[in-house]
């Protein structure tokens, strides 16, 4: 949110620099993340003067140039001029030598002296482009004016220099959502700070409000009270619809706000000055002369200000006339109801509209403005009338015109301040230092809440509606404490602390461990949002009963909560592929979120009827390393992130002989891969994303997928001890098999069955070589396996290895019909 400096002061006797606002700024809740002086037109017109043309004769060699000597007041200078409008007797703008222009376009240049085709020239008579007024550029900029030859063009113009201070305002913090909210507490902190100042907000005077006639009647019904508490509006004839003064434009300008017309920039102005957003109609295509707050049917097609026709969904608020919608109430108006170039008549509408309402449609239209923006978090109820006076005695002045009608309030259901007891041991106890009684009354009432009654031990406090967010004591600690200053309560010299067990296994040392160990071997991690697209899990993959959809989604992208981490990996994949990082290895570390069925039994330490399990899913896709002089690339295969899991898993300690091998084709995510399982467990798995998925994500190379159950492996860490011991003393003895083999018989039924048969002396199996041949047979294959013998307290004999390599050979033949070659 922005805020401008010198709108600040038109309510505030500031005197303090705006480094030191933006300090108590901050101190005070109100994190300041930008400070920027600004000026209302770029460089301040520093070095550009008035000036008078006193010659001006045809250029001998350039039939578009003049030559001119002009007056800058402190001197007649030589100025070569290309405009055509130039002429003797003008009162013009002139960049003297050394002075810097900034065009409307954006671009700066310096005013040097200079020859033009032979003619000494300096300076330069300035279009209205050349020097950021406008996009003009018809020609010269020709003053109707007595001014003095060598004024600045910086006093004539009256460029105004300001400060835009940025502010980080927190969701709760709807209160200072505008100038007066923020002069509000600012002069909160003055008092405080400087108590003799007793420093207090000066609200605009609407006291000359007054109707003039009564000439356009209008009716308001309110059949959604609910969702409109509030609803007041009047109607102003007569106006005229043109560009706004400058002192309005500068303050718009400022805030980073664009200037449309003189109605439309009125209703902005109070807007950013009360908190309150306004919108006005053009009153004579308002049909009947009702506005209707209700709830139009679902699909009734409504055309918005922004020329996009969306589908009501039948709980949007909506502002009628007796025929049709003209507005959706509190986000954004309509086609053909706003103010143009012809509009002689208005109805000015200010309402307060249940936040909730409004941020259910602005959510799911994703439609975003600055009306929706308060609306939805709390506007000010009181505010509603004021802010309509306000901007209806703004419109008088500036676009003329007669209010024409009572203001009209439906306020059925009026809302009312709400109390709160507040005992001063709450604060004691959670500020941990014993603050004054008077220093918290005047912290209070500073901040307009009222004490209603007040005791030796406690206040009764009347809380105004524009504090949304103080509901309850420590609300109230916490307004103090922004006031009082977090800085200026003291460390305590002697801390207190119990002892807290950690339980085992550690599951963040864990993780970081394997995040380390990751990072260590070339991959990076992410971090995805666990609220994702809806669209993701509109398919036969997921169950419909077990998704878990968010009631008031912040955007249709982000409307339920995530299942799988699968989806926020392919969308950074997409990401870094399109910006041309192709060779990626990443891995994430998240929960998923699942509802269950109401007959499961729900955890006892989650909320009932919902899961949350821990995964780390790892990504990897293009080449396996670095393009390198002396190494070939080679794209990345699924054995290659195979190995990375069991590598990861060796370390974690699990062990991989007792788990169960399954292939996969073409199940969930994966085109083809490996399912690994473990007490009837999934512990993981790893394949090829099928490329209806890479399709989806416009994913155009290989990427291969693997998804480890991380609550599984935390529970199986400590299922087998790490034994340490020392080097063998004697060596090892390999030997070799040739088999021959069914093509459906796996490298893995060759290893359990050997290490089942000798469980002694067999350190490892490999699989060093595969062979096929059509004269072989088109349902054999032929395996090169190496088999690695030790004995640990002796050199092995070659009959004792005979011996073991026999059985392991017989064990082969029985249980596989191997064939030794």
């Known amino acids: 949110m922005k805020i401008s400096f010198n709108w600040l002061k038109d309510y505030l006797n500031i005197e303090e620099s705006p480094e030191k606002v933006a300090e108590w700024l901050t101190d005070c809740g109100l994190e300041v993340e930008g400070l920027e002086k600004t000026e209302s037109i770029k460089g301040s017109l520093k070095g550009v003067v008035i000036g008078e043309v006193l010659t001006c004769e045809k250029h001998p060699d350039a039939d578009r140039l003049s030559l001119t000597t002009v007056d800058i007041g402190t001197e007649v200078v030589p100025v070569v001029c290309g405009a055509p409008n130039v002429a003797r007797g003008q009162k013009v703008v002139v960049a003297t030598v050394g002075s810097t222009l900034h065009t409307h376009s954006g671009e700066s240049f310096e005013i040097k002296k200079a020859k033009i085709r032979g003619q000494v020239s300096e300076g330069m008579i300035c279009a209205e482009d050349e020097l950021g007024i406008s996009d003009n550029h018809d020609g010269i900029m020709v ?65 000359h409000f007054k109707i003039d006639d009564t000439s356009s009647p209008i009716e308001i019904i309110i059949e959604d009270p609910e969702a409109c508490p509030r609803y007041a509006g009047l109607c102003i004839s007569g106006v005229t619809v043109q560009e706004s003064p400058d002192w309005l434009k500068n303050r718009l300008k400022i805030i980073g706000l664009k200037p449309i017309n003189n109605l439309v920039d009125i209703t902005n102005f109070v807007l950013h000055e009360t908190g309150q957003p306004l919108h006005a109609f053009d009153y004579d295509k308002v049909t009947g002369k009702k506005v209707i707050v209700k709830k139009s049917p679902k699909d009734t097609p409504f055309v918005t200000l922004d020329e996009e026709e969306i589908k009501l969904t039948g709980n949007d608020l909506m502002i009628c006339n007796t025929e049709e919608p003209m507005c959706m109430g509190g986000i954004l108006g309509g086609i053909d109801s706003g103010v143009t170039g012809n509009t002689r008549n208005i109805f000015l509408e200010s309402a307060y509209f249940n936040p909730a309402t409004i941020r259910r449609s602005s959510k799911h239209h994703a439609i975003n403005t600055d009306a929706s923006f308060r609306f939805e978090r709390g506007a000010d109820p009181q505010m509603t009338i004021f802010a309509l006076k306000r901007a209806a005695l703004l419109i008088k002045e500036i676009a003329g015109g007669k209010i024409s009608s009572e203001v009209l309030d439906e306020y059925p259901a009026p809302v009312s301040p709400w109390q709160i007891d507040f005992r001063y041991e709450t604060a004691d106890r959670l500020i941990g230092k014993v603050i004054a009684r008077d220093v918290i009354k005047n912290i209070l009432t500073s901040l307009e809440i009222v004490i209603k009654r007040e005791t030796e031990e ?52 864990i993780q970081n461990i394997a995040s380390d160990m990751l990072s260590s071997r070339g991959f990076a991690e992410i971090m995805n949002n666990s609220l994702t697209k809806a669209s993701y899990y509109n398919n036969d993959l997921f169950d419909e009963k077990s998704i878990v959809r968010i009631l008031n989604p912040l955007s249709q992208d982000l409307g339920v909560m995530r299942q799988t981490l699968f989806f926020g990996g392919m969308e950074t994949l997409a990401w870094n592929q399109n910006r041309r990082v192709h060779d990626l290895k990443i891995f994430e570390f998240g929960n998923i979120y699942i509802r269950e069925a109401e007959k499961e039994k729900p955890r006892p330490d989650k909320l009932p009827g919902y899961r949350e399990q821990r995964v780390l899913d790892i990504f990897m896709s293009g080449q396996l390393q670095p393009e ?88 199986l860490l400590d299922r087998k001890p790490i034994v340490f011991s020392e080097i063998p003393r004697f060596p090892e003895v390999r030997r070799d098999l040739a088999l ?38 088109s349902d054999v294959k032929s395996y090169a396996v190496s088999f690695t013998l030790q004995d640990e307290t002796k050199t092995l004999t070659d009959k004792e290895i005979d011996g073991v390599m026999g059985k392991i050979t017989a064990t082969l033949q029985k249980e596989l019909n191997a064939v030794v070659r």
């Open 740 to 777: 021959l083999l069914a093509k459906d018989v796996r490298f893995e039924d060759i290893d359990a069955l050997a290490r089942r048969t000798e469980r002694k002396l067999l350190r490892n199996v490999r699989l060093f070589d595969i062979y096929t041949d059509e004269k072989m047979g």
């Open 458 to 509: 406690a206040l009764l406090l009347e809380i105004p509606p524009f504090k949304v967010d103080v509901t309850r004591q420590a609300d109230v600690v916490e307004e103090i404490l922004r006031i009082y200053g977090y800085n200026n309560v003291e460390v305590p010299e002697r801390l207190h602390s119990s002892i807290v067990s950690t339980p085992r296994p550690d599951k963040e040392r």
């Open 628 to 715: 390198s002089w002396n190494q070939p690339q080679r794209p990345v295969t699924l054995f290659d992130l195979k190995a990375e899991a069991m590598h990861l898993l060796k370390r974690m300690n699990i062990a991989m002989e007792d788990a169960s091998l399954k292939e996969i084709h073409s199940e969930g995510f994966l085109e083809t891969g490996l399912r690994y399982t473990m007490n009837g467990k999934v512990l993981f798995e790893v394949g090829e994303v099928a490329r209806k998925f890479c399709k989806s994500f416009d994913i155009k190379q290989d990427v291969f997928y693997a998804t480890i159950n991380w609550e599984l492996v935390l529970k």
């Open 143 to 207: 003053l109707d004016t007595d001014a003095k030859p060598g004024t600045p063009a910086a006093d004539f113009f009256k460029v105004e220099t300001d400060y835009c201070i940025e502010i980080g305002l927190t969701p709760n913090r709807i209160d200072a959502a505008s100038h007066l909210g923020v002069a509000r507490d600012l002069a909160a902190v003055i008092s405080h700070l400087q108590p003799g100042k007793n420093v207090r907000v000066q609200k605009p005077d609407i006291s």
